[in-house]
């Protein structure tokens, strides 16, 4: 949920003339903030002053809404889950404040739901941690972080001559289900894992088992392409000149439909992307197949 515009009663106190003194450094003539000030200043500076003698009635509901949009509006940004539940707190307080001052409902109506919802995500993310800790204290590192390491000790592997125990572990990574296990979120590191298996295929047993490995990843990925588009460029550059233009082929077409619907065009954009579309044309071209 996306944080709502400033309110209607805020940016006309502001630029009615009958804004305190107190809070005329914060805002420009025409409304906006100063160079100097940020929301959660006139939060703090809000709170600070309605509980002040001589507040004029007039305007101590426009205050209270700017408030409570000021505590609510660095939490748009994410913040710690504490502050968040915290800061949506005193959100709602002023809220309150601002509606039994004269601020019509319907006015709250958009922060209130967003100060509500902040302390939903708050609680989720502070059940979210406490779950990540737990699994930090049995495990020893995060879902991510397993996987980094086993991806990590398989290159050293690989890159000593010990392909065969390098293998073991790319594909004990490979083979993680994606969808229902505990590394759900780390489907980038199992694309990784396929991308390795694929290109020692290729390098070492040929084609033939290289196309094997690539009908496994498609199958094991499911709903989702593999490669996964971060992995496209230099999974094709380790592909090149290995005998499988069929495959490199549909790696760049699928990157490009992607690209396509993603709205960046269907040419490569980097350098180094550029490069390896280059040489991968060139291949095509060559190849009986294209």
Known sequence: MDLPPVPTSVTSMITSGKLPSEFTAFFTPAGELTDVADWSDIASAVEAYLPTAGVDEHVRGALALAGAYGWLHPLDEGADPDEMDEDSDRAIALL???EAHGIDEDEIHELWS???????????????????????????????????????????????????AAIVLFREVAEIDPWVSEFSGCF???DIGWCHLLYDAAQVEGPEAARKIWQEARVHHRAARFPLTMHAWPLVEMLLGTGVPDIIEVIIREWVDDSIQ?????????????????????????????
């Open 96 to 98: 309150q404040k601002a």
């Open 114 to 164: 967003y100060a509500e919802d902040v302390g939903s995500r708050a609680a989720e993310l502070n059940d979210y941690l406490a779950e990540r800790d737990a699994y930090v204290a049995k495990h020893g590192a995060t879902p991510r972080g397993r996987l980094d390491a086993k991806l990590g000790q398989a290159h050293e592997l690989y890159s000593a001559g010990d392909r065969a």
């Open 188 to 190: 980038d590191r199992i």
């Open 262 to 290: 993603d709205g960046r065009g269907e040419a490569p954009v980097t350098e180094d992307e550029s490069r390896v579309f280059e040489l991968a044309m060139a291949e095509l071209e060559g190849s009986p197949h294209h």
